[in-house]
């Protein structure tokens, strides 16, 4: 894998470039596919930050930590990068097996679990469409039952994505 370290508001030296490189390269145990690694080191308001950022097959992966020195602060990146890389790979070895194990015929997964229905009476009242798209809006419900009182039929409205309503009279086929 290859790894770029920069510093920004500070140089750095051999022993902790040597000591991210350990680190980092630490990573490629958990995940074989990592491809590059980038390592930012720097300095803000005196507190001391390392971001790791690492890209693998279709995956990037990146942590940010503070510390009061430098050393802890890249252990702790290092730290929440293995955690991610962790995560992901028992992710894809579940992701495997739950496919596998959960393979069971639409017939039979039908047949096992019986489908339960809740009866609500509801009393409707003969009602313009208009007074339904009022009462609905005093409902706060999605929607509303009514009977029209021109056609003495049960209808349902309600209002759509556009803010504007919609009245759903059943016909019956032919």
Request: glycine fraction near 2%; charged fraction near 30%.
């Given at each position: 894998m290859k790894?770029h370290?920069?510093g920004?508001?500070l140089?750095?030296?051999?022993?902790?470039?040597?000591y991210?490189?350990q680190?980092?390269?630490?990573?490629?145990?958990?995940?074989?596919?990592?491809v590059?690694a980038?390592v930012v080191l720097?300095i803000?308001?005196r507190?001391?930050?390392?971001?790791?950022?690492i890209?693998?097959?279709?995956q990037t992966?990146?942590a940010?930590a503070a510390?009061g020195d430098?050393y802890?602060?890249v252990?702790l990146?290092?730290d929440?990068i293995d955690?991610?890389?962790?995560?992901?790979?028992?992710?894809l070895?579940?992701?495997?097996?739950?496919?596998?194990?959960?393979?069971?015929?639409?017939?039979v997964a039908?047949a096992a679990?019986?489908?339960?229905f809740a009866v609500?009476k509801?009393?409707v009242s003969?009602?313009?469409?208009?007074?339904?798209?009022?009462?609905?809006d005093?409902?706060g419900?999605s929607?509303?039952?009514?009977?029209?009182?021109d056609?003495?039929?049960?209808?349902?409205?309600?209002?759509?994505?556009?803010?504007?309503?919609?009245v759903?009279?059943?016909?019956?086929?032919?």
């Amino acid at each position: 894998m290859k790894i770029h370290l920069t510093g920004r508001h500070l140089k750095i030296t051999e022993a902790i470039e040597r000591y991210v490189m350990q680190k980092v390269e630490k990573a490629e145990k958990y995940f074989d596919h990592l491809v590059w690694a980038q390592v930012v080191l720097f300095i803000e308001k005196r507190t001391h930050k390392a971001e790791i950022v690492i890209h693998g097959a279709g995956q990037t992966f990146r942590a940010l930590a503070a510390a009061g020195d430098l050393y802890s602060a890249v252990d702790l990146a290092s730290d929440k990068i293995d955690k991610q890389i962790k995560k992901f790979k028992d992710r894809l070895r579940n992701h495997h097996k739950e496919s596998e194990e959960k393979t069971v015929p639409a017939a039979v997964a039908a047949a096992a679990v019986p489908i339960e229905f809740a009866v609500v009476k509801h009393a409707v009242s003969p009602v313009t469409p208009q007074e339904a798209a009022s009462r609905l809006d005093e409902s706060g419900q999605s929607f509303l039952l009514f009977e029209d009182k021109d056609s003495k039929q049960i209808h349902v409205i309600y209002r759509r994505d556009d803010e504007s309503y919609c009245v759903v009279q059943p016909v019956r086929k032919k």
